[in-house]
């Protein structure tokens, strides 16, 4: 790992650390943006996988996924993470949202709901040197005091309170790695997210016949170390995982 970067490694497996120029900026913001099914969550497994491989300590919040799912989909692309997670490197927490958008688990009406405040006061998260969620604006459109900012037309406010607390992370050399699905929440909510990312990765998702096609988009990558092209193919097998294509895949 260079001092300005933190490795994704995996560079015998796929070519994603070279395409990205090395890594992803040592104390930054990584926002990955796309709809449903174009990738994200894969995305931000494999990043979490080969994060522990370069034995940087990382934390994995998913709102889609409980433990036992987790560890099923990441074997799934030959991503064992049993090891990480027995070692401390990796520290996952489900943070399942139920259909009334309640994160599972609470146990009192003061705690329901109050998601946004739950994450910031978690300490232990934000020990980990790299921070990912996994889907943020799950989060983001089910916490009362943004839904009621929101409501006042004040979202851009509310998120910039939180950008203040990723910041002042970053400057403490964390990494946070966001992933947004941006059919679900206002533009006015994540427009103050995508001007400050460092990073920021647009998913598309392509259905050509029986084949599914996906591409990075690279919007923004501030502190690069190599050279990062602004399209990156890839696709993604079971019992392999992600798969760069060529550049010639249209």
């Given at each position: 790992m260079s001092s300005n970067q933190y490795s994704i490694g995996l560079q015998e497996h796929d070519r994603l650390e070279k395409e990205l120029g090395g890594g992803l900026p040592v104390g930054s913001i990584v926002l990955i943006e796309g709809d449903y099914g174009a990738g994200k969550s894969v995305l931000s497994q494999r990043f979490t996988y080969g994060f522990t491989q370069e034995d940087i300590v990382t934390t994995l919040v998913s709102t889609e996924l409980g433990v036992r799912g987790f560890l099923d989909q990441m074997h799934s692309l030959t991503y064992d993470m049993v090891k990480p997670m027995l070692d401390e490197e990796m520290l996952f927490?489900?943070?399942?949202?139920?259909a009334s958008g309640t994160l599972t688990g609470?146990?009192?009406?003061?705690?329901r709901k109050q998601l946004l405040k739950r994450m910031m006061e978690a300490e232990t998260m934000w020990d980990a040197d790299v921070i990912l969620v996994d889907t943020f604006d799950a989060i983001l459109r089910n916490d009362p005091k943004f839904e009621a900012l929101v409501r006042q037309n004040e979202e851009r406010q509310a998120a910039l309170e939180i950008i203040s607390f990723f910041r002042d992370l970053t400057t403490k050399g964390k990494t946070i790695v966001l992933t947004v699905d941006p059919s679900t929440v206002d533009e006015e909510a994540i427009g103050p997210f995508r001007s400050i990312a460092d990073v920021y990765l647009e998913l598309e998702m392509v259905e050509v016949g029986n084949d599914v096609r996906r591409n990075i988009f690279v919007k923004r990558?501030?502190?690069?170390?190599e050279q990062v092209g602004d399209r990156i193919g890839f696709s993604v097998r079971s019992g392999i995982g992600i798969v760069i294509e060529s550049r010639s895949v249209a």
């Open positions: 927490i489900p943070a399942e949202i139920d609470s146990e009192s009406d003061d705690e990558f501030a502190g690069m170390g």
